[in-house]
């Protein structure tokens, strides 16, 4: 019975991990999502892994060897639980997939929702680090947070991107 399971990947080798194993004959999704990134030239859209290091392969243990995923280019084998690979349970996999875009293929993250109030952090930015509360939110993908600056409590507009739940 086929399952997927999770490889482990050399550091920013993803993509030769991926058309390796591919050539090899065995199905893989390797997750990727777009990011909005600022940079001198102004905001630009990067497409990143969403799980750095990781992929997922499926495969049928039971009649196919998973031997050749360590020596694949790119890759450094499975995730293992003692010396069993660890199975990813088929409704992760779903999920994921659920969210591909049919477009370009990444995965689309939906925005958090917060309830006014809420605790968060700024996370990039200016501000980045500092504790705010969320009280609306604003046209063109913008929140109103209120911190507390200097001693007295402002309210700011930030971009969505730039705020974190606060852990």
């Keep these: 019975m086929q399952s997927w ?36 030239k102004g905001m630009r859209e990067r497409v990143e892994c969403l799980f750095p290091n990781y992929l997922f392969l499926r495969a049928d243990p039971e009649t196919e060897s998973l031997a050749p995923v360590r020596s694949t280019r790119g890759a450094l084998g499975l995730v293992r639980f003692g010396s069993l690979p660890a199975r990813v349970p088929e409704a992760v996999i779903e999920q994921i997939r659920a969210r591909l875009d049919p477009g ?24 980045s680090g ?29 971009p969505r991107l730039q705020v974190a739940a606060r852990i």
Excluded: H
């Design 130 to 158: 500092i504790a705010a509360i969320f009280l609306a939110e604003e046209a063109g993908d913008r929140v109103r947070m209120l911190i507390e600056l200097l001693g007295t409590a402002r309210e700011v507009v930030l």
């Design 5 to 40: 399971f999770a490889v482990v990947t050399k550091p920013r080798a993803e993509a030769i991990a991926f058309d390796n194993l591919q050539r090899q004959g065995y199905t893989c999704l390797w997750p990727r999502v777009r990011r909005s990134l600022r940079d001198a």
């Design 104 to 127: 370009d293929g990444t995965v689309r993250l939906d925005a958090p929702t917060w309830a006014p109030g809420t605790k968060v952090r700024i996370s990039e930015g200016p501000l």
